[in-house]
């Protein structure tokens, strides 16, 4: 069990526990976890993370995916990056929920399978002439070879930032049968532990989309200080146009679709019948409290003590649903960083075990097993991009294709 305090891993407790108010369906982090994405998975954001490059503290990393589940074989036909949406990831350096700035994606349609896209990198400055617009290639995955491709990294001369976009292997990492089962025996009221014994990955084998940014700390830092805070967001534009004569971008008439900051909030934490509006809503609304009385009812319900009911508020409420990371608090380490007292909830890291610290405090802190899924399926790079190459079509006579369910 990773050692952590108490302040910072109940944040983490009601993300699982609010539903077990209900019948409980883990979906991990935020994969597919509302209708309004499950039917439209090229804007389903999976995971969002921020850490400082452990390489160089200067930079940040800012990454978030989309579009999970992607099997080997459909590297190709999935790969590519929806032209008509809009993803953008929101920095707040003031101390508020509104973010301050934010970062916008876009990508040209695909011409070819066998080519890249070209993505259209926009940061907004407070004021016009510090707006930073760069172009980028992505990385063009193989349906057929046994080896992921070389990944293309674009880093704009300007301004140091650098850029990644393409098929990674999925870093999320928990066994979600075993966690449901156990969850099941808690309800009936004999808990059994050696439900978690399975220790079986449910995303390894599994791709998703990958966009990754590293940036200098100095351009997203503000009045705040060292602390920024993170979220990302995926909008769709307002009235689909499919003619070759118009572009969607044309105007400014974009939806959000689904949005995420820190793991699991809209998952577990927000009822059902209010989710797709949660994904739709703003981190200003937030904090204003428009979604606070759903998540005290439910903690409520659950004999959750007040304490923690404050935590949790402070968390995805009073400054939004966003990642915080403290940019003076130094990364080091392998795949992203492992150093103690650096990740989660200060940001998250690509190796950042949540569910074993939630298992942890969900039973009291009386549990030291976890769910027995400790580590991600394939190692993660020590380099930018840091998350691990795409899993790729195994050669023949290769029985285990690393898929775990």
């Known amino acids: 069990m990773k050692s952590t305090t108490i302040h910072s891993c109940c944040c983490v407790l009601g993300l699982l526990a609010a539903n077990f108010a209900t019948p409980f369906r883990a979906s991990a982090a935020d994969h597919a976890e509302a209708p309004l994405v499950e039917s439209d998975q090229a804007v389903d954001i999976a995971d969002v993370y921020t850490f400082l490059d452990p390489n160089d503290n200067s930079k940040v990393i800012l990454a978030f995916d989309v579009h999970a589940f992607i099997v080997p074989g459909e590297n190709s036909n999935l790969g590519g990056f ?103 025996s808690v309800l009936g009221g004999t808990p059994d532990v050696s439900l978690l014994n399975r220790g079986r990955d449910t995303f390894a084998g599994y791709n998703v989309q990958m966009i990754t940014l590293s940036v200098p700390a100095a351009l997203l830092k503000g009045a705040a200080g060292n602390v920024i805070g993170v979220s990302a967001t995926t909008l769709r534009g307002r009235h689909t146009r499919r003619s070759d004569e118009s572009d969607p971008f044309d105007d400014d008439g974009f939806v959000a679709i689904d949005r995420m900051g820190v793991p699991a909030v809209n998952t577990a934490l927000i009822p059902f019948p209010r989710k797709n509006e949660y994904n739709r809503a703003t981190t200003q609304q937030d904090a204003a409290g428009k979604f606070a009385g759903d998540i005290v009812a439910t903690l409520t319900a659950l004999g959750t003590d007040a304490a923690h009911i404050g935590i949790l508020a402070s968390v995805a409420v009073s400054k939004g649903d966003m990642l915080r990371l403290d940019t003076a608090i130094s990364n080091s380490g392998s795949q992203g960083g492992n150093n103690s007292g650096a990740g989660f909830p200060n940001g998250r890291r690509p190796t950042a075990d949540v569910i074993d610290t939630l298992l942890f405090l969900i039973t009291n802190e009386g549990l030291t097993t976890g769910d027995n899924v400790n580590d991600n399926d394939l190692t993660f790079r020590n380099t930018f991009p840091f998350f691990a190459p795409s899993h790729q079509p195994r050669d023949s006579g290769v029985i285990d294709d690393n898929t775990r369910n």
Do not use: C, M, W
């Not at 916008?104 to 993505?119: G, H, K, M, V």
């Not at 293309?152 to 393409?166: L, R």
């Open 82 to 184: 929806d032209k008509d949406v809009l993803f953008r990831l929101n920095i707040e350096n003031t101390g508020y929920a509104k973010p301050d700035k934010v970062i916008l994606i876009n990508f040209d349609e695909q011409t070819s399978r066998s080519l890249p896209q070209t993505a259209h990198i926009t940061i907004n400055g407070k004021k016009k002439h510090e707006t930073i617009r760069f172009t980028a290639s992505t990385t063009v995955s193989s349906a057929t070879s046994p080896t992921a491709a070389t990944r293309v990294v674009t880093t704009d001369a300007a301004t140091g930032i650098s850029f990644f976009a393409g098929l990674t292997d999925d870093p999320f990492f928990f066994d979600i049968p075993a966690f449901n089962r156990f969850v099941g």
